[in-house]
């Protein structure tokens, strides 16, 4: 019995033993909660607890309006991309490269052209056809250096551009592997010279027309140029611009400043073949010798004629031909009041 009564006090005795931390601690939780509220800090906290409050309208007004800006901003276009589209990334790289001019000649592309009847090769640049110089001085010009002279080829000039490595190469390839040396055993370089496709097409129809009209001596046709006889007098050349008739302005220049005023200068191809009007009437270079020639509507000049005047197509009377050819030609035999073509 007593040991069993002095083992529970001893029991007891340690379990209030374990128990003392603990009301300690919450008597000294107690003092110091005590101490805070009984304290003279409580008006700041109310002060602090004001301005976070402002602080949290602020934030809360800021907010608004920020929803009331995104509420009235317009919407984004729309845009639908197919599943099997390239990211946008890969879209902007590929559209920001640039190629280079002579792309198609780098991977080897080219193609044919037949003109007068003759296959020739051609090359592309910038989107644009281009044929070697050399190959269409000797498939295509050649049988008209043996009938012109330097007179007419003065009529007209033609931009020639340098080959490019890869544009020299594939011109090589050509001439070896596909046209068998054709063009010669001589390797194309950056140093010859292509030109422009359309210009070459437009060279050979001023050929075939000096031929026409130089060399076979028939009716002198009126798609291009001519000559008319103004009250049975005057001869003046003529040519078509934009499906009208235009005459020199020299011819009027200083008598009438109408005409000065409505005058426009003429270039490329109808030039050409006004100068060579101008050369087969032997007219003074001086006058049309340049890049640009002022030129006036045929039908405004009628208009400075009395009723009924004669505006005749005509074939001038001495004429430079000899200058032009490199043989002697026939007469012209000209149709009378041919109609045009």
């Known amino acids: 019995m007593e040991r069993d009564w002095k083992s529970k006090f001893h029991g007891k005795i340690m379990r209030l033993k374990k128990q003392r931390p603990r009301r300690r601690m919450s008597r000294f939780l107690i003092i110091i909660s005590i101490s805070i509220i009984g304290s003279n800090k409580a008006p700041k906290c109310e002060t602090l607890d004001k301005e976070i409050e402002e602080i949290a309208k602020k934030i809360k007004l800021a907010n608004e309006n920020k929803m009331a800006k995104l509420r009235t901003a317009p919407a984004p276009p729309a845009r639908i991309i197919s599943f099997t589209q390239k990211s946008p990334n890969t879209v902007v790289k590929s559209e920001s490269r640039t190629l280079p001019c002579d792309w198609p000649s780098i991977q080897g592309q080219f193609g044919w052209e037949e003109m007068d009847k003759i296959s020739i090769p051609y090359l592309t640049r910038s989107g644009e056809k281009y044929l070697s110089l050399r190959m269409v001085k ?204």
């Open 138 to 341: 000797q498939r295509l010009l050649q049988k008209y250096d043996n009938w012109f002279t330097d007179e007419v080829r003065s009529c007209f000039s033609i931009t020639a551009l340098c080959a490019t490595t890869s544009e020299a190469k594939l011109l090589n390839e050509i001439n070896f592997r596909h046209c068998d040396t054709f063009y010669g055993q001589l390797e194309f370089t950056i140093a010859d010279n292509i030109i422009r496709l359309d210009d070459v097409k437009e060279m050979c129809n001023f050929y075939n027309f000096c031929h026409l009209i130089l060399i076979e001596r028939v009716a002198v046709p009126h798609k291009k140029c001519g000559f008319i006889k103004i009250a049975a007098q005057n001869c003046v050349p003529y040519t078509w611009h934009e499906d009208k008739q235009y005459v020199p302005l020299f011819y009027f220049e200083g008598e009438c400043k109408y005409l000065e005023e409505r005058s426009l200068p003429l270039t490329g191809w109808d030039l050409a073949y006004l100068k060579l009007c101008c050369k087969i009437q032997g007219i003074r270079k001086t006058l049309f010798d340049g890049e640009s020639v002022r030129v006036v509507e045929l039908e405004l000049v009628k208009k400075f004629f009395p009723p009924g005047t004669p505006f005749d197509e005509t074939w001038p009377t001495h004429t430079s031909i000899d200058t032009l050819v490199l043989r002697p030609v026939p007469k012209l035999v000209l149709t009378k009041n041919p109609t045009k073509g």
